[in-house]
């Protein structure tokens, strides 16, 4: 029985030292597989850290973006706001425009009309006033042969005028 022991024992040692070097075998490749998932965990979460600072800055220019966009709307219903008030502005000076040129069309043709009547007026005037140079002038002769007249009369009548003289 001390072969079967001293083989037991040997037997028993092997299966101990075969079993250590399972369990060290083991206890590594873990090890090792545990330090891989480590690794890829911590590549991993540099990964998601900066995915995080990218969703971040993407988020604050979607906000920037969105702020400029509602600005622009704003800038954009008050300047359709604007231009048709503008526009309507625009329509009423143009009909404005158009009635003032009717009103100048309408005062020229006045103008013409009296300065015509004018013109007239003044040929009215100027041959008035050359008939009444004329007739002053027929006056003056027929005072003038009135005075003649009456001259005579009275050197006829020794001195007596005669009384419509």
Known sequence: MAFMRRDVNIGLLILIIVA???????SVYYQTTFQNVSLEYKNKLEQLSKVSTELTKQKEELNTTYSLRVKAEQDRETLDTRYNEVRGENDQLIRDNTNLRLDLSGTKIELAVTQTDLENKRVQLAQSQADLAAANSKITSLNNDLDKVCA??????????HEEC
């Open 152 to 161: 005579g009369y009275a050197a006829k009548n020794n001195g007596v005028e």
């Open 20 to 26: 250590a070097i399972v369990f060290s075998g083991f």
